[in-house]
């Protein structure tokens, strides 16, 4: 993933920061966020990631009067109060494959940002136009990355199933093996819909929901938007 944590850490304009992290997985960047931040409300739909993400902030040593995990669904939010700084990191948006879940999203956004807040949503930026992802992104099992771990190595394989066409859907398979001197020791699957977004695209869906948009960016490096790898687009409610 992206080198986004320094990022969304720099967003904290004040120790007195609320922020609300939907889709905070395994506590990847709820950990950093809670470091820095007065309080942070994780919301995902895996129990066994909040498990993790749980441990993680134990043994970071972050009480639990500052953070808070909740097993929820994002596109459906009722939270009983608001938050200064709304994130979604690492394209959480585009696992989001309905216009429907899509909406509920934003409308959950709307409602759970303070007057002046912020929220910043993310995707990658296609490199292929949408004909061309349709003619030539379904493909074979391909290494995406691999990381050491001890004495082990951990590959990540993308098996690109299918696609959709309206709205642009990806359906891979992401393959995860463990490797101990060439020999796989285990494995797991995890299916995922990939919703494209196009740079003009996040910014029309930002702007449809009644936001402003207050920044965009192409990457966490000082990327142009629209240039960069990525899409990352920060917005509030419009005065």
Avoid at 194 to 202: Q, S
Avoid at 232 to 239: C, E, I, L, Q, S
Wanted: with cysteine; hydrophobic share 45%.
């Amino acid at each position: 993933h992206p080198a986004d944590v320094p990022f969304y850490t720099s967003l904290l304009k004040s120790p007195s920061t609320s922020v609300l992290e939907l889709g905070c997985g395994t506590g990847r960047v709820t950990t950093h966020l809670a470091a820095h931040a007065e309080f942070v409300l994780g919301v995902d739909s895996s129990g066994s990631m909040l498990d993790i993400c749980r441990r993680k902030l134990t043994e970071a040593g972050v009480p639990a009067s500052r953070c808070t995990l909740v097993e929820g669904d994002i596109t459906a939010l009722r939270l009983n109060r608001t938050f200064d700084l709304i994130v979604a990191p690492f394209r959480v948006l585009q696992n989001l494959a309905t216009d429907h879940e899509v909406a509920g999203l934003m409308r959950g956004i709307k409602e759970h940002l303070v007057p002046g807040g912020m929220a910043v949503l993310n995707a990658f930026r296609p490199k292929r136009n949408a004909a061309e992802m349709l003619r030539d992104w379904p493909a074979d099992e391909v290494l995406a990355w691999e990381v050491e771990d001890g004495d082990e190595v951990v590959r990540c394989y993308d098996h690109r199933l299918r696609l959709q066409a309206n709205p642009l859907v990806l359906f891979p398979q992401l393959i995860y093996r463990r490797f101990r001197e060439d020999k796989q020791v285990d494995e797991a699957v995890l299916k995922i819909a990939m919703r494209c977004y196009y740079p003009a695209d996040l910014l029309a869906l930002v702007e449809s929901a009644g936001f402003i948009v207050q920044g965009k960016w192409g990457g966490y490096s000082g990327e142009s938007y629209g240039i960069g790898p990525e899409l990352v687009v920060a917005f509030g409610h419009a005065v």
